[in-house]
């Protein structure tokens, strides 16, 4: 099921900054999706280890991991901010470049993105955040299924993802644009309440 649109209109972050904060969107391409209720237990589980393993994987790197919320804005060109029309909130997500870290979020394309999947937002993160992190030039993307226990990886090549790779939750995963960072899947799935039946 598609995550609702707020209406019609194209809106741009000018739009976005002056919206209630008591309900949350994210903009793709100046279409504005209302983001999820608050995940569940296990949604929350994997984003904080995953954050936590990258965290301390990257002390003393410049790289920089960030968990949600935070705005990331991801400008076609070079744009001023009120015009971007593409505003994100990834769940994890490293930044190796300083300069693009400011105040407000980040600005451009994160160098690795998670996303943690949930019934109500796996299409919308497969099709569309998918897109949108392709087209800004996020070199590798994550997708975590925790009830399937799998992860799909996305690795940029030439501008385009190409076909993803699939893994099972288990043993350790190597981020491949950050040398030395893996994801060892064994604690964190150990984490994790019961699978219900």
């Given at each position: 099921?598609?995550?609702?649109?707020?209406?019609?209109?194209?809106?741009?972050?000018?739009d976005?900054?002056?919206?209630?904060?008591?309900a949350?969107?994210?903009?793709?391409?100046?279409?504005?999706?209302?983001?999820?209720?608050?995940?569940?237990?296990?949604?929350?589980?994997?984003?904080?280890?995953?954050?936590?393993?990258?965290?301390?994987?990257?002390?003393?790197?410049?790289c920089?991991?960030?968990?949600?919320?935070v705005?990331?804005?991801?400008?076609?060109?070079?744009?001023?901010?009120?015009?971007?029309d593409?505003?994100?909130?990834?769940?994890?997500?490293?930044v190796?470049?300083?300069?693009?870290?400011?105040?407000?979020?980040?600005?451009?394309?994160?160098?690795?993105?998670?996303?943690v999947?949930?019934?109500?937002?796996?299409?919308?993160?497969?099709?569309?955040?998918?897109?949108?992190?392709?087209?800004?030039?996020?070199s590798?993307?994550?997708?975590?299924?925790?009830?399937?226990?799998?992860v799909?990886?996305y690795?940029?090549?030439?501008?385009?993802y190409?076909?993803?790779?699939?893994?099972?939750?288990?043993?350790?995963?190597?981020?491949?644009?950050?040398?030395g960072?893996?994801?060892v899947w064994?604690?964190?799935?150990?984490?994790?309440?019961?699978?219900?039946?």
């Amino acid at each position: 099921m598609p995550l609702a649109r707020r209406d019609d209109r194209s809106h741009t972050y000018r739009d976005y900054l002056d919206w209630p904060e008591d309900a949350r969107y994210e903009l793709i391409d100046g279409v504005a999706y209302l983001m999820a209720p608050a995940p569940d237990l296990t949604h929350q589980v994997v984003v904080g280890e995953i954050f936590r393993q990258l965290a301390n994987s990257l002390t003393d790197q410049p790289c920089r991991a960030l968990i949600a919320p935070v705005d990331v804005r991801l400008p076609k060109g070079d744009e001023a901010d009120d015009a971007i029309d593409t505003v994100v909130q990834p769940d994890v997500l490293v930044v190796c470049d300083p300069a693009r870290l400011e105040r407000r979020g980040v600005r451009g394309a994160p160098d690795f993105v998670v996303e943690v999947l949930s019934s109500s937002t796996a299409g919308h993160d497969h099709v569309l955040k998918r897109r949108a992190y392709e087209k800004a030039g996020v070199s590798e993307y994550w997708l975590v299924h925790p009830v399937d226990r799998i992860v799909t990886i996305y690795r940029l090549e030439a501008g385009v993802y190409g076909k993803p790779e699939i893994e099972e939750l288990l043993g350790a995963t190597a981020v491949g644009i950050l040398p030395g960072v893996t994801i060892v899947w064994d604690e964190l799935v150990a984490r994790l309440p019961p699978l219900e039946a």
